[in-house]
Each structure stands twice: as C-alpha cells, then as structure tokens.
C-alpha cells in the first residue's frame, strides 16, 4: 500500500550501500526482474538497522509540481476549532475529500 502519491521509501531506493556488523561494506543496485531471491534493498531498508547502517542511498526523484494549493482554517478562540475538529471526525465522507 502506498503511503503517498510518490511512493514508500523502499519503491525509491534505486541502490545503497550499508556497512555490515562485521565491519564489511555492501553494495546493492538494479538486477533484472528475473533474477529470483529477495531484493537487497528491501531487506536492508526492512531490517531498520539490525542488518548494518546505510551509508549511501540513490533514490529516484521527481520534479516539483509547478503549482501548490494550500489552505487554512482560521477559529475565532480555540473552542471553535476543536468543534469543527469533532465534527470533521464524524462526517467521514468529508475526510476523504481533505484527504486527496
């Protein structure tokens, strides 16, 4: 499941490099989707840390999108604010609309 229209970390991560426990560097990249067993940097991203320290990412990126939209609520005290707050929290077809 995808937490963000980009992309988890792990579908980012194009190649690292770790230093393993034992003090040996590791290099991972792209192999062929037919080569069999599990991927590296999966395993290394998944391991957070237990399996060596990450040293060097490359990730793929992508351009900034050329327009930005955001908006704000303003509240006249603070008790405003938490009743729209309970009342975005019951009407769940209007998170889904904040949401994307």
Request: proline content about 7%; hydrophobic content about 40%.
């Amino acid at each position: 499941m995808k937490k963000n229209r980009y992309g988890n970390i792990e579908d980012l991560v194009v190649a690292l490099r770790a230093v393993t426990p034992s003090g040996e560097w590791r290099s991972s990249g792209t192999y062929p989707r037919v080569s069999t067993g599990p991927d590296m940097n999966h395993v290394m991203i998944g391991s957070e840390g237990t399996l060596g320290v990450i040293t060097e990412v490359t990730i793929k990126i992508r351009p900034i999108p050329p327009l930005r939209k955001y908006a704000s609520f303003v509240f006249p005290d603070f008790d405003c604010g938490v009743k729209f707050m309970r009342q975005v929290a019951r009407d769940v077809s209007f998170i889904l609309l904040l949401y994307e």
